[in-house]
């Protein structure tokens, strides 16, 4: 039997680790192919090594409709001042920041995807640390190519996911039909044994 002491030691225990926990930047890449007419999420993680550092966060988004170098570049996002801006152009109130408060992760969001957003996406993330006594600067720039399509291709890993999900269900089932089973001869033993005794 469980004792009161070793429920509080484990309670205690479970409160300390999760006390411990802090949430993780984790850098994941953008998908790049995106459905005609669905929304399509840019995604642009920029991690900073120490959240307790005070620091001035700029993002700008540009678009290429090619992946050339010498196509320019049109700005379509930028986020300053803790204020998100859209400059006039072919993107005007068809993006929507998706960005974390801490500016960890400074995504945008295509709402209704056309055949002409196919292209180059590039996230240019510009940081100033504030110290006391000086103040370093950080800048990072990560490019997204999108193809748009127009019905979303076939995920082998969702297939095999679910493939998993219901041999996992079928198991499990199996398994608790079999514990049960077990339980009841073990009680119905049990009671046999309890009633030759009583005689």
Request: hydrophobic letters at 40%.
């Amino acid at each position: 039997m469980v004792t009161q002491a070793r429920v509080h030691l484990f309670t205690l225990v479970l409160l300390l680790l999760v006390q411990g926990c802090q949430p993780v930047c984790v850098d994941a890449t953008s998908e790049t192919e995106a459905v005609l007419g669905k929304p399509m999420m840019l995604t642009c993680i920029s991690c900073l090594k120490r959240e307790e550092v005070k620091v001035k966060t700029r993002v700008d988004w540009y678009y290429r409709p090619r992946a050339e170098k010498d196509t320019p570049k049109i700005h379509i996002y930028m986020y300053k001042n803790d204020t998100p801006m859209e400059p006039d152009g072919p993107f005007k109130d068809r993006l929507t920041w998706i960005g974390s408060q801490d500016l960890q992760d400074v995504s945008i969001k295509i709402r209704k995807v056309t055949y002409n957003d196919s292209g180059l996406y590039e996230c240019h993330v510009f940081r100033l640390f504030e110290f006391k006594f000086f103040s370093p600067t950080e800048y990072i720039v990560k490019n997204i190519t999108l193809k748009v399509k127009e019905k979303a291709s076939d995920d082998p890993t969702a297939f095999y996911s679910e493939i998993m999900m219901y041999v996992l269900l079928v198991f499990l089932t199996f398994w608790l039909l079999v514990e049960m089973v077990y339980c009841y001869r073990k009680i119905s033993k049990s009671d046999e044994q309890a009633q030759d005794t009583a005689y």
